[in-house]
């Protein structure tokens, strides 16, 4: 059975919310826990929160312009890893309710929107392949690597989430 | 028209690793570039060379695996930005060989491999979703980050590529 739009987006992106807040789980239980929300990895990059706001933005983005649907606007209000939690539940509550029938067919749907200074016009194929896909993992991964260099005890099968493994021979 | 496994795997990862050469690119012109390649987050992760080697070999495993044929070995001997987009292009050279009626169908296919201790046992769907998308652009991002963090003026156009933009208004 080919792939569905649906089956090539959401349940990845929910995966990734999912891995994502296990992730800042550990981060939560740091003992500089509170300079963490505000840690980055260069001057003018966005910080931890920031990551996790832009992870929650691409997810929902994705959902609301795929189905056609309002796209519901969450503040950057975030200074907690409890308030950051709260915004990926939300966000994936958001995602869950979007209905395979509302986002199969939106291959070739344009999706234009605005980003800085431009808009950007891609197909629902070219959106979630050449913007969701590298853009949503950019932020997760970034996440992920700033704990890790603040010296958060968190592994790569934290990021990745549970996989079908059987012991090898 | 659905979309094709083709589509939803070689086309992006050929992208993404076009997008990681061009990142390389201004890493390479860094007064520091020869101790770039050996910078990491923190000292039990990869290195900048390691992450380029692990986006390589996530993606000629997904080539490999879901068209079913033989995938090449690649030692993991690059010390140098150069040999480093050697590495890429010769990634990129395999992927462009697999024609897509070689992919496409893939969906349900079993696909079993060793990784560490264990054996992961996936459909060409769930590898392709759970494992080669968030494992490539997690490898991909973290070179990324290595550099920004090191002070190279890369951008996140430049890990994300040209995108169709007009200006707006």
């Known amino acids: 059975m080919p792939l569905s739009m649906y089956q090539a987006s959401i349940p990845l992106l929910v995966r990734g919310l999912d891995n994502l ?5 550990k981060g939560a239980a740091h003992p500089d826990a509170a300079a963490l929300v505000e840690a ?3 001057p003018d990059m966005f910080t931890l929160a920031g ?6 933005d691409t997810a929902k983005g994705c959902a ?14 975030e200074t907690s890893f ?8 939300r966000t994936i509550d958001f995602l869950n309710g979007v209905k395979p029938a509302q986002i199969d067919g939106s291959e ?22 050449t913007f969701v896909m590298p853009n949503f993992f950019f932020h997760a991964t970034t996440a992920y690597d700033i704990l890790r ?14 996989l079908p493994a059987q012991p090898a021979g």
């Open 40 to 42: 980055r990895l260069a």
């Open 108 to 129: 070739d749907k344009a999706i234009s929107f605005k980003a800085g200074p431009y808009i950007l016009n891609f197909t629902g194929t070219s959106y979630l392949t």
């Open 21 to 25: 807040s296990a992730v800042l789980k």
């Open 51 to 56: 990551q996790v706001q832009r992870a929650s």
């Open 149 to 162: 260099h603040k010296g958060v005890a968190v592994g790569k099968m934290d990021y990745l989430g549970a």
């Open 82 to 89: 409890a308030q950051l939690q709260e915004r990926i539940a």
């Open 64 to 77: 609301a312009r795929l189905a056609g649907i309002d796209n519901p606007g969450f503040p950057d209000t």
